[in-house]
């Protein structure tokens, strides 16, 4: 399996514009996270979903972010109007619920600098 | 919301040394969970324990837990420049979730 995959790699957008980040989890998986991590705030959990439903998107920022998952293999985080301070690594992680354990897989990331 | 806390927050040794880094959590869990992140890269499982277990072994890898004190401890044992990365715990949030710490940075120099 090729992991969980992430789009871009890197981000560069101007105050203002919408950004739209991409995941492909791993086939299988039934658990999708969306985490930002900074240097001051650390890994955050912005919002998660089992079997495609968002279960628990309390750590979602603003009104400005949204997420969606269409279906079991793509989710999308958009951040509509983008702001500096929303510039930091974009994690998505998925997991199995097979086997009872919660190890979660990480994908490379997005880097997003929002000027 | 962060549950976990590592501890030291930088730990910097050399080459064949081993590394010891603490975590510190404030509710029950079912189980608790070791991380690395390399610089750039996203985050890779290296271990779970769980609330029944009080020491687990992965190759140079030793983790213990210490559920009266809230507490785990992950131990690298002769330690390679390859190691250098930090090191995040996780315990289990509600759902599937898991709640990381701020990390511990290690830098293992030759």
């Known amino acids: 399996d090729a992991g969980v995959i992430q789009s871009p790699r890197h981000e560069v957008t101007e105050m203002g514009q919408e950004v739209t980040l991409r995941c492909k989890p791993i086939?299988?998986?039934?658990?999708l996270f969306w985490y930002r991590q900074t240097m001051m705030r650390g890994l955050e959990l912005l919002i998660y979903?089992?079997?495609?439903?968002?279960?628990?998107d309390s750590g979602m920022p603003e009104d400005r972010f949204s997420a969606k998952m269409p279906n079991a293999s793509f989710s999308t985080l958009k951040i509509q109007p983008s702001e500096p301070r929303d510039s930091a690594v974009y994690f998505c992680?998925?997991?199995?619920?097979?086997?009872?354990?919660?190890?979660?897989?990480f994908g490379p990331g997005t880097r997003l600098t929002v000027l | 919301s962060q549950q976990g806390e590592e501890d030291p927050q930088a730990l910097s040794i050399q080459e064949g040394e081993n590394a010891t880094m603490n975590c510190s959590y404030k509710?029950?869990?079912?189980?608790l969970q070791w991380y690395r992140q390399n610089s750039g890269r996203g985050l890779v499982h290296l271990i779970l324990?769980?609330?029944?277990?009080r020491e687990k072994h992965s190759g140079r890898l030793r983790v213990t837990l210490d559920t009266s004190k809230k507490s785990s401890s992950l131990l690298i044992t002769a330690s390679r420049a390859a190691d250098t990365a930090s090191y995040f715990c996780?315990?289990?949030?509600?759902?599937?979730?898991?709640?990381f710490g701020k990390g511990t940075s290690l830098l293992v120099t030759p």
């Open positions: 992680a998925s997991s199995a619920t097979s086997g009872g354990l919660n190890e979660q897989f």
């Open positions: 086939s299988g998986h039934d658990y």
């Open positions: 979903f089992n079997n495609n439903v968002p279960i628990d």
């Open positions: 509710t029950s869990i079912n189980n």
């Open positions: 324990i769980r609330s029944n277990e």
């Open positions: 996780a315990t289990d949030a509600p759902g599937y979730a898991l709640n």
